[in-house]
């Protein structure tokens, strides 16, 4: 396939990807509405819904044998997720969203932070197998994601309890239309995902960038456009814990993705197909959460040049983390 029609379907793809994705965490949102669930509920559903393209990409980075693809593929997600909402916090600073999210957001953070550094242990350490080819870190981010989500749950939803929630901006639309929208979005995002990691894995070996590279920077910001988006839409209807809490489940699900993806990796422990760069986007990962707890349990009012400090220093580490994984391709 020739080197500038790959681009231009990989660019068409991830221009897709953006739009359809973007109509999943609408209906994701109107299912959540009409079932009257928390935000922290509603950051699960969400999360996973626009966390589609990084499963489809993994996936069928497997089906073609490019393991490292499909850990930067997830892991650069994350990382380009936090970018975005740095960027997003930025641009919001005179509202000051950080300081006006709930406790549901905090309790993710902590949840990401544990996760991560289950990663890091996973691509840092030699341990066998333990149950056929897939590997102890695995297993634990599975055990972790779902208790940590039950854990959220239990703390949040007394709040819903109290509170009476009405439909209205999704009032006209019946429960079974957004349900029919919703998996029907779900199946294109699978489609454009799919197309998405093909023509990235294609341009990786044309270019000779890395997989690791294109997997974390290239693949992984085009599937984060819809978790980009929903966050904005938040912001713009002046849900501010919404739109944080939704980012970090999603998050939260594309590092327990790592446990699917190892799972239908048949030939042995994804973990040791990963590339010592995929460390460097992990670590990352941690110190921006870390930056982004400290900016929502700062509760004092500050100026407006120094509440976005924090944001500064998130697009400072991306961009220096960009740069080694680059040096390591």
Do not use: C
């Not at 957004?178 to 699978?190: D, E, P, Q, Y």
């Not at 100026?303 to 924090?310: A, G, I, K, Q, R």
């Amino acid at each position: 396939m020739n080197l500038i029609f790959t681009i231009l379907l990989f660019i068409l793809a991830a221009i897709a990807t953006y739009f359809v994705a973007t109509r999943l965490a609408m209906y994701g949102d109107a299912i959540s509405e009409k079932t009257k669930t928390s935000s922290a509920f509603m950051g699960i559903i969400i999360g996973a819904a626009i966390s589609l393209p990084e499963l489809t990409s993994s996936v069928t980075a497997i089906a073609i044998d490019s393991p490292d693809l499909a850990i930067g593929n997830l892991l650069g997600s994350n990382l380009f997720n936090l970018l975005a909402l740095a960027v997003l916090d930025m641009v919001y600073r005179r509202e000051q969203i950080m300081g006006q999210t709930d406790i549901g957001s905090k309790l993710y953070i902590y949840l990401v932070i544990v996760m991560t550094l289950i990663v890091v242990a996973g691509l840092s350490l030699t341990l066998p197998a333990s149950i056929y080819h897939i590997g102890y870190s695995s297993i634990i981010l599975v055990l972790v994601y779902f208790a940590g989500v039950k854990w959220i749950n239990k703390l949040t939803e007394e709040k819903v309890k109290r509170r009476s929630r009405k439909n209205e901006k999704y009032g006209e639309f019946s429960y079974q239309k957004v349900l029919t929208m919703f998996i029907l979005s779900a199946v294109g995002i699978m489609i454009v995902g799919t197309v998405l990691t093909l023509t990235a894995d294609r341009i990786a070996e044309s270019t000779g960038l890395g997989a690791s590279f294109v997997g974390s920077f290239l693949v992984g910001a085009s599937t984060s456009l819809p978790d980009a988006v929903s966050v904005a839409t938040a912001l713009k209807l002046k849900n501010y814990s919404m739109g944080i809490t939704s980012l970090l489940g999603s998050n939260a699900f594309n590092i327990m993705l790592l446990s699917f993806t190892d799972a239908i990796y048949l030939k042995t422990n994804l973990f040791r197909h990963a590339s010592m760069s995929n460390i460097v986007t992990t670590v990352s990962s941690i110190v921006v959460v870390l930056v982004i707890l400290y900016s929502i349990t700062r509760k004092q009012k500050r100026s407006t040049l120094f509440y976005m400090v924090p944001s500064t220093l998130i697009v400072l580490i991306y961009f220096v983390a960009t740069y080694f994984v680059y040096q390591m391709k």
